[in-house]
């Protein structure tokens, strides 16, 4: 099946900074999301990005689906930030596969 | 997008007992997604639960473990038997959707 990975696995920064996290998948996909789950664990919707560049505000993500990533980046870092930012695939079978991924921890 | 309203957001559970988990939907879906997140890891997907027909399971979830129902296109539930320690998770719902997946505020279950 295909293989969704995300780095880095962990970061900390200082409140201010910006950052990059990059998700890879093996294969070709018809859909992805970047999700940011909160210290309460819900999972909020960031980005639904099967290609191209979008921006919210601070946050914005870019998908090229010829050489199989996406980049979330955050800008202008704030400690509401922190939390785990998930990279999530849909190959057309109607599933959703995660990555592992990234914990994001702002330094006051 | 759907509005997802899952239910107990918490429970502590004895061990060797059962918990039922509901999933209730604003709009009628044609699946229903049911997942688990261990501690400190990704989500893991249970079951596909669609109305009218038994759920498909993924490899390493069985259905009396967790058995499923889908009585119309706008609720589900999940719930997890007989439950040990190792069942201690976040479990989430999610409804298919057009524009991407999105998620019930999910369930933290601590079994004792």
């Known amino acids: ?10 970061l900390i920064l200082q409140e201010g900074a910006n950052s990059t ?5 093996s294969d070709s996909v018809n859909n992805l999301q970047w999700f940011h789950q909160n210290p309460w664990g819900q999972l909020i919707n960031l980005f639904y990005i099967p290609s191209g560049t979008k921006q919210n505000g601070r946050l914005s993500a870019t998908t090229v689906a010829t050489e199989r990533y996406s980049l979330l980046y955050i800008s202008s870092s704030q400690t509401t930030d922190s939390g785990v930012y998930f990279c999530a695939v849909d190959c057309g079978d109607d599933k959703i596969i995660f990555g592992k991924g990234t914990r994001l921890h702002i330094l006051p | 997008s759907a509005v997802i309203s899952q ?7 004895q061990r060797g007992t059962s ?24 989500l893991t997907l249970i079951a596909t639960a669609n109305q009218g027909s038994e759920a498909t399971y993924e490899s390493g979830f069985v259905i009396d473990k967790f058995p499923i129902s889908r009585p119309n296109l706008t609720f589900s539930t999940l719930t997890v038997s007989n439950m040990s320690p190792e069942d201690s998770s976040i479990y989430l719902c999610s409804p298919d959707g057009v524009d991407g997946y999105t998620f019930g505020s999910g369930t933290r279950l601590t079994v004792v």
């Open chain 1, 21 to 25: 996290l990059r998700c890879n998948f």
């Open chain 2, 19 to 42: 918990l039922t988990i509901q999933c209730q939907v604003d709009s009628q879906v044609t699946m229903m997604f049911w997942y688990r997140q261990q501690p400190g890891q990704s």
């Open chain 2, 7 to 13: 239910k107990p957001s918490r429970d502590i559970c």
């Open chain 1, 1 to 10: 099946g295909i293989q969704v990975e995300q780095s880095p696995p962990d």
